[in-house]
Nanobody
Framework: QVHVVESGGGLVQPGGSLGLSCAAS????????MGWYRQAPGKQRESVAV???????SYADSVKGRFTISRDNAKNTLYLRMNNLQTEDTGVYYC?????????WGQGTQVTVSS
């Protein structure tokens, strides 16, 4: 079984920064892509940033220029650096791992942007 665990969420003021981490472990043969998704209160889950194996990163327009996704393939770890956070960024952030045969989600980590 493959497990995905996020960490790094918390409370931050508007304009602040926060870093998230996602660690995938278990019987992993290969990872086609990893990505960050979020769900704001009262809204559907949306893609934030996705990085495929050997491919170009895709960012949501709302976070482009402020967020940076990176991946450590050797450690099966995903990161998200969030700068200039705004109240609209508040939500539960989930890590997704695409294994090809299945996708695995983490439990989510809460990010709250408030003054």
């Amino acid at each position: 079984q493959v497990h995905v665990v996020e960490s790094g969420g918390g409370l931050v003021q508007p304009g602040g920064s926060l870093g998230l981490s996602c660690a995938a472990s278990g019987n992993i043969l290969s990872i086609l892509s990893m990505g960050w998704y979020r769900q704001a209160p009262g809204k559907q889950r949306e893609s934030v940033a996705v990085i495929p194996r050997g491919g170009r990163v895709s960012y949501a327009d709302s976070v482009k220029g402020r967020f940076t996704i990176s991946r450590d393939n050797a450690k099966n770890t995903l990161y998200l650096r969030m700068n200039n956070l705004q109240t609209e960024d508040t939500g539960v952030y989930y890590c997704n791992v695409n294994l090809g045969t299945q996708t695995v989600w983490g439990q989510g980590t809460q990010v709250t942007v408030s003054s």
